[in-house]
């Protein structure tokens, strides 16, 4: 079997000349909070055009080019990790990026693929999770292509564009978008990129009239969310039938960005073959409320109080992306993170890694997670400490459906 290895970057829609020139200078990440130049633009942009959907919010706040929150990253301002705003499941532990290794590597193995192959990771961050799961690759003595398709290139990740090469000498090939990814046999993984995808908000009336929610400015010139006087464009387009005849049903908010990806991924599945792994925290598509907001050094703050300097999520709705594409691939889960680890072996993993372990402070990790992973009523540490579920789901050729399905 050999592979191929790619990152894939977000795509940058074209942004005015007037927010381009409020640039940072190199090594310069650092704007004050009291020039942030992205939030000066978007409140003229409304006082000029009207208020913004919160998906062209969240959009222009995390790629908007060197001011978005993602153009920040470089080794002087975090955004990963203890000192930036987050932390990702491979920062955490190496178990994460090991299990998933063992994931790729037997899904291989049972598809029959023996040709050549393409690793294909989304969103890859600080690149931890794709040198964890490489060094299963490794032990396994697979060889593969890298193709890491970087939503967002940004200034740490440019030192790994020209050095072109994993540690083990691999070739690294980095695209900006999926199409420009080769038509090959592709494993597909995008850990923690969905929710940064922009969200459509939409909250039903005690009339049981829906409204889209839209970002506004109040009287003290300052960001706001307010309802659209009546249905739009959006409400009439992208709310579900089902979803419309659910009395129960206050809330909905769904990603058509992240609709297209799943479409994207999938259409590859068909036409070439191989096969995907999406995680995030997100639901199945039952869940009552809105969720989007912000990270600042890992404390929830006002979504609207720091355009660019503060990290916008929302939770995935796993069930409307299955519903896009469980026609064309065999979809499986969602399932909690929990018990997709706990299927893999994560116990027995954790054990070698205690017994191995002689640094005092990863050792105690390694024991919170293991009595967290051993509580069925809790979560399991790589996301019950994150605030939020994370679900796991699959995607493969229908024509393995069946062997799938017996396997379990």
Known sequence: MNPSYCWISRNFRKFPSSLRRFSHEAGATKVSKESNALKRFMIDKIRATGPITVAEYMKTAVSAPSVGYY???????????????FITAPELTQLFG???????????????????????????????????????????QVTYSLFIPIYGLIKRKENYVRKNTTKSGVPIFWYKTIE?????????????????????QFARDGDGNWHELYVNINEGDELCFMNSKGENLHTRGLLPKEIREDKERKYWE???????????VAERIVYNGGFGLLIDYGHDGSRNKL?????????????????????????????????????????????TQR?????????????????????????????RLFIATNRLESYNFLMGEMGERFMAMSMFPKTLNGILEKRG
């Open 98 to 140: 090991e299990l998933l290794g063992v994931w790729c590597y037997y899904e291989l193995a049972n598809t029959g693929h023996r040709g050549h192959w393409q690793l294909v990771e989304f969103g890859p961050g600080t690149g931890q999770l794709m040198c964890d799961l490489l060094s299963v690759m490794e032990r396994f």
């Open 254 to 264: 769904c990603s058509p960005e992240a609709g297209t990806f799943v479409n994207q």
């Open 291 to 335: 969720s989007f907001r912000a990270y600042k050094k890992h404390q929830l703050v006002d979504p609207l109080s720091q355009p660019g300097f503060i990290d916008l999520t929302a939770d995935v709705d796993f069930g409307y992306l299955k519903s896009l594409v469980v026609d064309r691939v065999a979809v499986f889960g969602p399932n």
């Open 339 to 367: 018990e997709f680890l706990a299927q893999l072996g994560a116990e027995l993993r954790l054990r070698r890694l205690l017994k191995s372990c002689d640094d005092r402070e990863k050792q105690e990790m390694l024991i």
């Open 180 to 200: 420009d990814v080769p038509e090959n046999f592709s494993v597909f993984i995008a850990n923690e990129f969905l929710d940064a995808l922009p969200v459509h």
């Open 71 to 85: 153009g920040l990253f470089s080794d002087s301002q975090k955004v990963f990790g203890k000192e930036g705003d």
